[in-house]
Structure formats: C-alpha cells, structure tokens
C-alpha cells in the first residue's frame, strides 16, 4: 500500500473530528447561556406536599384559630440561570416557578408562639429537615428538606401577634397548558 493511500483514513477523520469540535463548543456555549436545566415539576404533587406540610405545621403547633384567608398555594417566578440570566435581571421565566403556601393565624400571645415555634422546631429537627436560617425576622426561623429542597419559615410578629407559615418548593419547570387560575388543586383549608 503506498504512502498516499495510508493518509487518506487520516484526513478522513479530520473533518469529523472539527465537526465533533464544532457540536461540543455549541454544546458548552448553550449550556453557559442558559445553565442546568430545572426539573420537572407536577403541579398536583407539589400542592400536596406543601398542604401536607402546612397541615403538619399547623397541628404541631396547636394555637387557638384558623390560619387567614392566604392558605392558597400559589406560585412565583424563577429566574434564568446560566449567562441568560443577565439579560433578564428584571423578570423570571413564566414556565418556571416556585410553589407556595402561606398562613398566618393572629392575636397569638408571645408565650403561645414560642411554645408553637419550638414544638414546630423540634419535630423538623426529629423528622431530618436542615436549619438553614435563624434570622428570618425577629422571631422566626427557616428549615429546609434535605429530599425535596422545600422550605418552611415559622415566624412570629410581635407587632400583630401574628403566627405565620410559609413553604415553598424548589423552582421546577411546569408542563404546558398548565394554569394556576384554574386550578383545583391550590385551595387548603386546615383541618
């Protein structure tokens, strides 16, 4: 075989080889113009387990009253991640959100609250959630699961006496057509 003919396969390879250049560069340029992609979120399953925990919290910590009339999940926005993000600073993506449920219950003593705060704390801590934050306000505190990455703040305002709860998911990308105003599964109400 002559000389010419062995160093065809080698310049055979090269154009492949700077196409294959080529895909992993478009490749990693994506990837820094729009980081990780979010998970996937199941809006139904979300609502449960934020309403579970609501619920949770809301037995734990055994006050007199019903929470206001907040105690609907709801969602928030998230953000672009990657370079992408950048240029949009002032808005989040309308495929991505958070999850949210809140409640508050009012007029709820000091010595109430810390007694609730502290049941509340000691089954988070017992049941393996994460204290992430002490500072919350004055009087409250923010708890993370190690699973999922859901929050949960408890706090209390002495101004008000108001006893409040808030958790929310980590941001998931929701599946198309999905629409929180007509959706069923966002209303809580203890029991």
Request: glycine residues 10%; contains cysteine.
């Amino acid at each position: 075989m002559s000389a010419v003919a062995r160093s065809r396969p080698g310049r055979v390879a090269r154009p492949f080889l700077y196409a294959l250049i080529a895909v992993g560069l478009v490749a990693a340029g994506h990837y820094l113009w729009n980081g990780p992609p979010y998970p996937e979120a199941d809006p139904d399953a979300v609502a449960a387990r934020l309403k579970a925990r609501a619920q949770r919290v809301y037995d734990e910590a055994a006050l007199a009253g019903t929470p206001g009339v907040e105690s609907r999940v709801e969602t928030r926005p998230c953000s672009y991640r990657g370079l992408r993000g950048f240029a949009h600073i002032d808005g989040g993506r309308l495929d991505v959100r958070t999850f949210e449920l809140m409640w508050q219950v009012t007029d709820v003593p000091r010595a109430t609250a810390r007694s609730a705060q502290a049941r509340t704390r000691l089954r988070l801590e017992r049941d393996g959630w994460k204290l992430l934050s002490e500072d919350v306000s004055d009087l409250g505190f923010r708890f993370e699961h190690p699973g999922t990455g859901d929050t949960v703040d408890v706090d209390w305002y002495e101004p008000t006496g108001t006893f409040a709860l808030r958790t929310f998911s980590t941001c998931g990308e929701l599946p198309g057509g999905f629409s929180e105003y007509d959706w069923p599964a966002a209303a809580w109400t203890p029991r």
